[in-house]
C-alpha cells in the first residue's frame, strides 16, 4: 500500500488492542490525519476494513468526522481512567469548542455508532478458500460506526474495561489494553516507550557512578 511523502509506516501505531484505542493514538507524537492518503492507510491498517478493499472513493471531507469521533471517544476513555478530571487527550475540537458534557459525548458517539457498519459477504477464491469482502465500497459513516460500536463494547465490557491502561512513558497519551499475564505492562510498545525508559535509566545509573 503507498502510503505517498505523507508519513511513514512506522508512524502509524496499531498495538493499542482496540480499533478505537489506534484511533486516539493518531494524536501522537503528532497529528497523524493530516491528509487523506495518511487516513486511507490508517484505515487500512487497522483492520477496519478487509486486506485489498479499495478505498480511492475517500476524499479530504473524510478527515472531520474521524477526528470529531477520535476526540469523543479519547474524553469516554480519560473519563474512565480519570473520573473528575478535566480532559486530558489532546486536540483542537475539545479546545475550541468547550468541553462538552459527559452525556453529550456518549450521546454523539451512541449516534454515530447507529449507522449500519459496512455489509459483509463471503467470497471464493480461485483456489476454493473463503475470504471476506464488503458488498460495497464503504462510506465514511460505515466505518466510523464501525469504530463507534467498537468504543461502546470497550467502555459497556467491564472486563475489557478494567484493563484500559495509559502508557507509563514521558509524555506518552497512548491509551491500550494490557492483556498481559499478571496485567503488569506498562507501556504502550516496549520497543518504544519502554526502550527509552531503559536507557533514562542506564544513563542516571551512569551518572551516579
Sequence with gaps: MALGTATAPYELRFGAGRICLDLLATTHPG??????????????????????????????????GFRELRELVGQLVQEWLHPGAPPQYPGALLQSVGAPS??????????????????????????G????????????AALLAVVARDAVELLTDPVARACLRQCAGDNCPIVYLDTSRGHRRRWCSSEVCGNRERVARHRRRAARV
Design 31 to 64: 497529528e497523524r490525519l493530516g491528509s487523506v492518503e495518511v487516513l486511507r492507510a490508517w484505515i487500512a491498517g487497522s483492520g477496519l476494513v478487509p486486506p485489498g478493499t479499495p478505498l480511492a472513493h475517500a476524499d479530504p471531507s473524510w478527515l472531520p
Design 102 to 127: 459527559y452525556d453529550r459525548t456518549l450521546v454523539r458517539v451512541n449516534d454515530i455508532a447507529r449507522t449500519a457498519p459496512p455489509a459483509p459477504r463471503a467470497v471464493r477464491t480461485h483456489d
Design 129 to 140: 478458500l473463503l475470504v471476506r469482502e464488503l458488498d460495497a465500497p464503504p462510506g465514511a
